[in-house]
């Protein structure tokens, strides 16, 4: 009897904690479409600032220098 309460309650309190933890913060308010294409556009109206289009040429730039390189090559 003592270990079918205590497994009942054991039961009980994992079943309680899941649904604590399961059940965070509503952020259904951020949620928004996405186009057809799967591809989300930028909200500001003039599209990306330039910071943002240096930063893509950065990050290409530095792609274009590692391809070619072995793992350990790029690591260092």
Do not use: Y
Request: glycine share 10%; hydrophobic share 40%.
């Amino acid at each position: 009897m003592l270990v079918t309460t205590l497994i009942i309650l054991a039961v009980l309190v994992l079943w309680l904690a899941g649904w604590w933890f399961s059940h965070g913060e509503d952020l259904r308010i951020r949620d928004h479409p996405v186009e057809d294409s799967g591809q989300e556009r930028f909200s500001r109206p003039g599209g990306p600032s330039l910071g943002h289009s240096r930063a893509e040429d950065d990050i290409r730039a530095m792609g274009n220098q590692v391809s070619g390189m072995s793992h350990k090559q790029r690591l260092q």
